[in-house]
């Protein structure tokens, strides 16, 4: 049973557009969300996350939303970069009970020129 | 940010033979570390948490003999593949928590080895 849903295998978006990468879990315990980022023959890099008792958080060019009563989480990219151009990985945790984080199989992006 | 190193890069090795595969974290001590299996377009796969000076916990359907995991000290973890098969080949990736960092749920990643059996 998949936790993390990431139903975009791939993403492609022209340079200096928006990025919005989507991802679903199903367990409702689920209360803190990160998004990591894949460049091949890379370890996962973290680029931001948020808790549940947020439904936003913004740092830089990314910006997290939450939708608790949905299950959804997307991540935005504005202006979107060359540089973007990986893997984004979701993932979800349930704090205070172990520091195991729960991966989606991820969403390739390329950025266009 | 935290700095976690994992050695070898890359192995190639013949099939019946050991990998012992060296996660470090270089400039901060991490109490709990973690090996994850990614096989080509699949999500990382949790494969065992490693807690320093205890056993690790291993997932459901990972096999403790099979793969070996050693965590002497709190910045050095170790994955062993015993008897490496080439259904074992694989790209493996250990990750940290920092102790006392932003949020222990925050992990920092090696930048994983790739094992190809032969």
């Known amino acids: 049973d998949q936790q993390v849903k990431q139903n975009s295998p791939s993403l492609s978006v022209q340079e200096g557009r928006i990025s919005i990468l989507n991802c679903d879990y199903t367990?409702?315990?689920?209360?803190?969300f990160l998004w990591y980022k894949k460049y091949p023959a890379e370890g996962p890099t973290f680029l931001i996350s948020i808790s549940s008792i947020k439904d936003k958080n913004e740092d830089g060019r990314f910006t997290v939303f939450l939708n608790k009563s949905a299950k959804h989480l997307s991540l935005h990219i504005v202006p979107s970069q060359p540089g973007d151009s990986a893997v984004y990985f979701c993932a979800a945790s349930v704090r205070n009970r172990d520091d195991k984080i729960i991966f989606g199989k991820g969403t390739r992006l390329h950025i266009l020129p | 940010g935290a700095v976690v190193s994992q050695h070898p890069s890359r192995v190639i090795c013949k099939s019946g033979t050991s990998v012992k595969i060296e996660c470090r974290s270089l400039?901060?001590?991490?109490?709990?570390m973690f090996w994850y299996r990614q096989f080509p377009k699949q999500s990382l796969m949790l494969m065992a948490t490693?807690?320093?000076?205890?056993?690790?916990?291993?997932e459901q359907g990972v096999e403790k003999d099979k793969f070996l995991i050693n965590h002497a000290s709190l910045t050095l973890s170790t994955l062993t593949v015993t008897s490496a098969h080439p259904e074992d080949s694989s790209f493996y990736i250990c990750s940290a928590s920092v102790l006392g960092g932003r949020g222990k749920d925050i992990q920092y990643f090696g930048a994983g080895t790739r094992l190809s059996v032969l």
């Open positions: 400039d901060f001590q991490a109490t709990t």
């Open positions: 490693s807690n320093e000076g205890s056993k690790a916990t291993y």
């Open positions: 367990n409702s315990m689920f209360d803190y």
